[in-house]
């Protein structure tokens, strides 16, 4: 459409191309940048598909130009001209309209823009602090647009795909009754029933299997949920779940459809062939092999129970590990015979952070052993047995740690990652997927009791209903989803016998009136006809924060807390008018909390 006769045709700023020339446009946007060059005011105009150049004249446009001289930064305009190509040469291939200019004719200015706090137009590092407070102009900048233009491709990935498999979409209430899942909840006060509280759901666990129950055979959320949690780089008070359920399914049908579903995401949203089917292991072979539940395979490095090496050793910290039949497990670190001492001792101040007795190390160099143990520790004999376990070679170093097997293995799985970060393994363009099964039923809890592995309605394995022998040998239907070392998601087949449930709250320790009274609902429902059920729950803002490659989660939340769980935007949690608390009934005795930086 060239010389409209109603006027300039509104344009997106990333949308022009050398087939415009000529055609009157109007773009409008931020001003990211201006420049002065022999009486030519250069104005780069950005907008969320990207930016454009404009070119205000004195010569033929003397008002445009003046106006276009007393841009700053982050005004808001409206900007009127004529496409032309870029002179030859001055083309900027980086930008999707950079093989094009606007001529321009006029500048309306819509709003002026206060200086900023920090550089909106770039990719400058910020402290995160300032980020949050300002984050309505964090997220003008382009690495934000580009992350949550990102997200919104695969939660829509996600529903296109669920839809073609037979999915609803059903939304699941808020407000609702607290039950122990795991985590701490978020409690609501009511004002019509004092004294009583809603809780805000940590996940739609219960109504999902309700639904199933409901006769709705396929159900699907992008669900809200909330859990009172210590914090951390990858953990929320308030994130975002794909959350779906099957009626009479099996694993393996789970399997595929989040296998299929998780593969359409990738491609959808980053044009990347994952490569399903994805590996899997058992719960204990990643732990044998990766000290960790929730293995990181873009490398290497497995770990190697190296205990027979030093049966009869005169190494008095193994010695006794070995007597009291502790576990002494080792990690090859390639090339790691290159570190000098200090090296190896900053290594040992690590792992005794972590609450490692200490850091045992062999290096294997071409002068010879090198090792934190004792000279008459290193028999020939330990050394061809430790080799023949490790496959080390000349260059490499054996690092140890001994202790109780799960937890020596769970020390060198975190040494193994560390290695792997100083080494530069962990490539964050690559996308190794793993499904982890056969999780144990039960756990001990810090109380010395016995938990849940993952939630209380998890269905034992298949022939074990019946609960014989020793809690902690029981297996459960449980499936965890791996990526690059994170928990993408858990999942479980459901217990759908009202008399099994009950049977698994008693073995739990819950008293049969506390189990009337919290989960009394889900055994009646579940005593009417519930079909055998299970399904799965995966973070949305884990797996967008990997497939963009951040660092923290809160790159690709629009408004997150931050590691306090505050909203520095908002200045929330804050006190409330005491009108308010009267109303709900409540009090608060609690002096009032210092000033932030005013605690240690």
Known sequence: MKNSAVGPLHRDCGSLHPQDEGTEVEIRGWVNSTRDHGGLIFVDVRDSSGIAQAVADPRTAPEAAAAASSLRSED????????????????????TSGDTEVALDSVSILNRSLTPPFPVHGEADVEEGLRLKY?????????????LALRHRAIKAVRDYLDEQGFLEIETPMLI????????????PSRLHGGQFYALPQSPQLFKQLLMVAGFGRYFQIARCFRDEDARSDRQPEFTQIDLEMAFP??????????????????????????APFRRLSHADAMARYGSDKPDLRFGMELIEVTPAFEGTQFKVFAAAVQAGESIVGVVDEGGAARSRRDFDALARVAAEW???????????????????????????????????????????????AAE???????????????AAQNNLRDARRFEFCWVLDFPLFEINPEGGIGPMHHPFTAPAVGSESLPGDPLSLRAQHYDVVLNGSELGSGSIRIHDA????????????????????????????????????????????IVQIMVGAESIREVIAFPKNQRFQDLMMQAPARVPKALLDELRLRVDLPPAPPVSQRS
């Not at 009754?177 to 609501?188: H, I, N, S, W, Y």
């Not at 009394?520 to 803002?541: C, I, N």
């Open 250 to 275: 099996t694993i393996e049908g789970v399997i595929a459809v989040v296998e299929g579903m998780l593969a359409h995401m990738f491609r959808q949203a980053l044009a990347v062939d994952v490569g």
């Open 355 to 401: 609450g490692a007795k200490g850091l045992a190390w062999i290096a294997f160099t071409p002068d010879g052993l090198k090792s934190s143990l004792p000279k008459a520790a290193l028999e020939t004999q330990t050394i061809d047995r430790l080799g023949a376990l490790t496959h080390a070679k000349q260059g490499d170093a054996v690092l140890m740690v």
């Open 76 to 95: 808001v305009v409206a900007l009127r001209g004529a496409v032309r190509r870029r002179p030859t040469g001055t083309e900027n291939p980086k930008l």
């Open 177 to 188: 009754k607290q039950t122990p899942e795991g985590a701490r909840d978020f409690l609501v």
């Open 405 to 419: 097997r799960t937890e020596a293995r769970t020390l060198a799985g975190k040494m193994r990652l560390h290695l």
């Open 499 to 542: 008399a099994l449930q009950r049977r698994i709250f008693a073995m739990l320790g819950y008293p049969e009136d506390e189990v009337a009274e919290r989960f009394g609902f889900l055994l009646e429902a579940l005593a009417f006809g519930a079909p055998p059920h299970g399904g799965m729950a995966l973070g949305v803002d884990r």
């Open 135 to 147: 984050r309505y102009l964090d997220l003008r900048r382009p690495h934000m647009q580009r992350n």
